[in-house]
């Protein structure tokens, strides 16, 4: 599950990125990293990420405009934001916008892992089910075309 599955960390605190690529690079996770909104754009035209981990507070956009513009971009992407300014609003907000979950600093490792491991087992469920009703859908096509 772990291999090859790529994470971006998007903070403007270089403390934070460096503990959150260890602890997830330690874990066997692809990860990357971003101080600004803008250059996790960028990176995320790039590459393909499942997980984006999103600070709240970023020096050239609100985190929640770069979760509306990575939902928009990459909707099956999971968007965790992360926030040292938590308030209800804040939480509710993230989560209307798209956000998979919200998490507060200082982030507990054993929770950051739990969430990701959560959101990861959800995705690939979705994306099976996805495929077993597309597989579905074609078996029926094909019946309804040989009964012709």
Same mark, same amino acid.
């Given at each position: 599950?772990?291999?090859? $599955?790529?994470?971006?960390?998007?903070? /403007?605190?270089?403390?934070?990125?460096?503990?959150?690529?260890?602890?997830?690079k330690s874990?066997?996770? /692809?990860?990357?990293?971003?101080?600004?909104?803008?250059?996790?754009?960028? !990176?995320?035209? @790039? &590459?393909?990420?499942n997980i984006?981990?999103?600070?709240? &507070?970023?020096?050239?956009?609100?985190? $929640?405009?770069?979760? $509306?513009?990575?939902?928009?971009?990459?909707?099956?992407?999971? @968007?965790?934001?992360? $926030?040292?300014?938590?308030?209800?609003?804040?939480?509710?907000?993230?989560?209307?916008?798209?956000?998979?979950?919200?998490?507060? &600093?200082?982030?507990?490792?054993?929770?950051?892992?739990?969430?990701?491991?959560? &959101?990861?087992?959800?995705?690939?469920?979705?994306?099976?089910?996805?495929?077993?009703?597309?597989?579905?859908w074609i078996?029926? !096509?094909?019946? @309804?075309?040989?009964?012709?």
């Amino acid at each position: 599950m772990r291999m090859g $599955t790529a994470i971006l960390v998007v903070d /403007d605190d270089r403390a934070i990125l460096k503990s959150f690529e260890e602890i997830l690079k330690s874990e066997g996770y /692809d990860v990357d990293t971003a101080e600004t909104g803008l250059e996790a754009i960028q !990176r995320s035209r @790039k &590459k393909y990420y499942n997980i984006a981990l999103l600070d709240i &507070k970023l020096p050239d956009m609100e985190g $929640t405009e770069l979760l $509306t513009k990575l939902h928009e971009d990459i909707p099956r992407m999971i @968007k965790i934001m992360i $926030t040292g300014h938590a308030s209800l609003e804040n939480a509710v907000r993230a989560l209307n916008l798209g956000a998979d979950a919200y998490l507060m &600093k200082p982030v507990n490792p054993e929770e950051l892992l739990r969430v990701i491991a959560d &959101k990861l087992r959800e995705q690939a469920e979705a994306e099976e089910m996805g495929q077993e009703q597309a597989r579905r859908w074609i078996q029926s !096509r094909i019946r @309804k075309l040989q009964s012709r």
